[in-house]
Structures are given as C-alpha cells and as structure tokens.
C-alpha cells in the first residue's frame, strides 16, 4: 500500500522549519533548525517523542546524529543548546528532527530510544553521539506498537535525505562493476537508487591529473577524504555520494571520466553495452 504525506515548508524551502503528516498516523514530525525552536508548530497535545539532532564530526567532517527522547521534546531541545553553551555538552547539532505523538507515554519512548540507537550503530552510516538508553522489556502490544512508529521515523527520515537507516541494496555478483587503471586504482560497485554506489575497499589512483583540480568531481573527492569515507587511498565504507557513474569514475581515477567506458562488469563489457 502507498502513503500520501504532507509536507508544510515554513519558508518555502526544505532548509528551514518543515511540519510533516503522513495521512493516518497517529504521530507528526517537524524539522526544526537550530535556532528557530521557538518559531516551529509544536502540536497542541503532542508534546513527548524522540528527537535526532544531526551534527558534523568535528575532527574529521564525518556525519553524526544524537538520538534521543522525551516526554517534553521542545523543552528538551532547548537544554540541549543551553548544555553547549555552559561547556557540559560537547557536541554541535545544526537541526533536529522531532517525532512527536499523542498517545506516547514514557515506555514507549525509551523502548524507541534503545531501539533507534542499536539500529543506527549497526547500519553504521552516522556516528551515534548517544551514549546511554534503557533496555525496558515491553509486551508484545507495546513493542507492535513502537515498532510501526519506528518504521514512520524511518521512511520520514530518508524523504528528509537522511541516510541514517539506509538499507545496504541487495545486488547480485554478476550486477558489480570494476573500474582499474596502473596508477593504484581498483574500484568495485554498482548502479544503485541513488545513483552510483562504490564498494568499501576500492582503491582510488594515487596520481591526480593537473587539469582535475580545476573540476566539480575533483571538490567531491577532497570531500570524502575530509570526512575520511576516503582514507589512505581506500574506502573505508560504502559510498553512495555518487549522482553519476562517471562521478564515481572521475573521483577513482583522479581526472575526467566516462563512467559509461571507464566502467566494466567482471567480463570487461563496457557499462554503456549493459542492460543495467
């Protein structure tokens, strides 16, 4: 079955508050910027859920996200800036998306704190800044309950272009592409959803062609390398930052690159003869 969801831009653009209803559901969520807690539309009567706040790794420019719950999120938001300002909280957080519900009640919310938490930790696309959560052992009406709460937060979430349940695409051997070259190279993926998916441990060429820097793919690789998806040379994860083939291409061979030729499967059949 389909889901019709609504979408109310505050000020005409996805960057700023942004109240969110998908028809049927008992729970809404917002998406507040930093520093318009204030100005958001916070349901009259929905006032507990779990919150993520995104943040950026300091050190390394790696996305992060904070997970968290309660049964007063506004004002839990508001001692969440207050704590960094005082030095007790150490991270940064740019916005936070809040799901909010009328019928949440305090087991609710921790069983989906915990629950979020370990899910995150184990996709592994953010790194969770959440410490601590409570492992509450809930009935089977409770856990039914939260768990289809949960799989709201989770579609809502990647419409807001947050990656951070992103399921890893199921992707047969004879589907991979490889891209090689004799300056280090040696690249693994695949078409994806998002465009272009390139496999942890492929190599990109250590030798960058001069007229590369001048290019848009050249600004995407000194990017991943920052946020260290890039690290030595390596992915050190999966990587779908990629729109384009010829984008994945370009940032492993370190020059301009036709995905379409520079792409082959296993039999050295070019991408553009495949019916992919």
Known sequence: MGKQIVLYLADSTINGIV???????AGKALKVPRNEIDKAFWPEGMSAGVYFLMCVDEKNGEEAVYIGESLDVKKRLKQHVGDYARDKEKFYWH???VFVGRQLQKNHLQYMENTLKLQ????????VLTKTTVSIKADEGTKDSCNQFIKEIKILLGLLKYKIYDEVQAVKKNEFLFCKDTKG?????????????VLKGSKVSLKIAPSFKNHIYY???QSLEKKQIIKNGEFVKDCDDFKSPSAASSVVLGRSSNGKTDWKNKLGVHLKDLDL
């Not at 995150?120 to 790194?127: L, S, V």
């Open 19 to 25: 109240d969110i209803e998908i028809m049927n559901w």
């Open 95 to 97: 916005t936070a998306v």
């Open 120 to 127: 995150a930790q184990k996709n592994g696309n953010y790194k």
């Open 185 to 197: 190279a040696d690249a693994a993926g695949y078409i994806s959803s998002n465009g272009f998916t």
């Open 219 to 221: 600004v995407l690789r």
